[in-house]
């Protein structure tokens, strides 16, 4: 199979695995309302959370890393390169936000994104957790360390793990601008003061 061959299944095979929503599908086993028409109308782990308690909130972030995680390695593996996975990571990110299986209505991207940072550059994006987790604890907003953590990544990618790359920082850059175009509900809501904090029910 020809180079670009193998980047055109692993983005395919990407897309497909982001457009497996976890939360979508846990709701309907657990009889639960869909989550994209209740709470903030995302299927991602924070919305699972408020909307069906934090045993399956846990289950939701735990399935989408691990689709994430299982993309990468499988871009890795049809590529041979690192820019295999990274490509994979932007796809998985992209089918999760854009599921082609439920109208392409999806979440926000954050735990498939800190399970792509991982993959990809596991020293930077440890860093980043430190400062999102630091940030949550202090202002309770699942939103603000989201952000932080990615903005934090692509600096550290651009100035400190790989500067002078110029496909790693845009990448990382990509990744950082999906993860806040679909926050822009959340931004708005943090500059009225009406952004839920963690552990908030709806």
Known sequence: MSPVLRYILTALIAYLLGSLSTGLVLAKIRNKPDLREVGSKNTGATNALRVMGLRDGILVFLGDVAKALLACWIGQLITGRLEGAMLAGIMVVIGHNWPVFFQFRGGKGA???VAVMLYCFPVPALLSYIVGIALIAI?????VGSIAVIIAYALIITFLAAPGNAIAIAWAWLLAAFLVARHHA????LIHGTERKLGQKE
């Open 111 to 113: 735990a498939c994104t």
């Open 139 to 143: 202002w309770r907003y699942v939103s």
């Open 186 to 189: 959340n931004i708005d809501r």
